[in-house]
């Protein structure tokens, strides 16, 4: 059964920082890796999707990479701000049209 | 598009009582998910329909638990009777197609049951 595992829990930097969000899954065999960003009670905005085939993509100060054969990825904020607090969250699907299945998110606050 | 629509935003019940939740997805989405969020458990999918069909129910709770997909613009999550160990945040999803992957959420239904 696919396990998704984000590292640390909460995280928090002050504004301007680089900083790097983990995730590790259990089954290497994925179809696309996708990364999230949930503020606090709202619903859920996909950020970054990853094919299996790609190793990273990149959305503005956003750049997420993917290893499958170590069932990781990283999510790369470079020059963070005070707007970028929010959990993030990763999520794998195994096959094509099938569902997400998410980690439990990191929560990230960026201080000014 | 509007994005995907729930409804209630908040459902506060008293134990026993019937909930229904509701979702509209975009259109032109043919799969549909519903997922829980917990502080303990984080999100996990309930059932996923497509193209009205349900294909993977095997995350729903237990029998208290029916989801229905009447056409494509609406679904419905039941919970009867409800219990405490129900309250949570309840998300629905949509998505086009089955390789684009790109998932749609709705602001969710936050429910209490007292």
């Known amino acids: 059964k696919q396990e998704v595992t984000q590292i640390p829990a909460a995280l928090s930097v002050p504004e301007g920082e680089n900083l790097v969000l983990n995730c590790s899954f259990t089954?290497?065999?994925?179809?696309?890796l996708q990364w999230f960003r949930q503020d606090p009670g709202k619903g859920l905005t996909s950020l970054l999707l990853?094919?299996?085939?790609?190793r990273e993509q990149t959305s503005g100060r956003l750049n997420a990479s993917l290893d499958k054969s170590s069932g990781r990825s990283t999510l790369y904020i470079a020059a963070s701000q005070p707007g970028d607090s929010a959990t993030y969250l990763c999520a794998v699907s195994n096959q094509a049209g099938t569902a997400l299945i998410f980690g439990k998110g990191t929560t990230l606050s960026v201080s000014s | 598009d509007a994005g995907v629509i729930q409804s209630p935003r908040h459902e506060v019940t008293e134990m026993g009582q019937e909930v229904t939740l509701r979702c509209k997805p975009i259109?032109?989405?043919?799969?549909l998910f519903w997922y829980r969020q917990t502080m303990m458990r984080g999100l996990e999918l309930l059932i996923y329909f497509n193209n009205n069909v349900p294909i993977d129910d095997s995350g729903m709770p237990e029998d208290r638990f029916s989801a229905k997909m009447p056409n494509a613009s609406f679904s419905t999550l039941k919970i009867q009777p409800s219990e405490p160990r129900d309250s949570a945040v309840y998300f629905c999803?949509?998505?086009?197609?089955?390789?684009?992957?790109?998932?749609?959420f709705g602001e969710g239904s936050r429910l209490t049951v007292l």
């Open positions: 089954d290497s065999a994925i179809y696309n």
């Open positions: 259109s032109g989405h043919d799969y």
């Open positions: 999803a949509s998505r086009r197609g089955r390789d684009t992957g790109e998932l749609f």
């Open positions: 990853i094919q299996s085939s790609q």
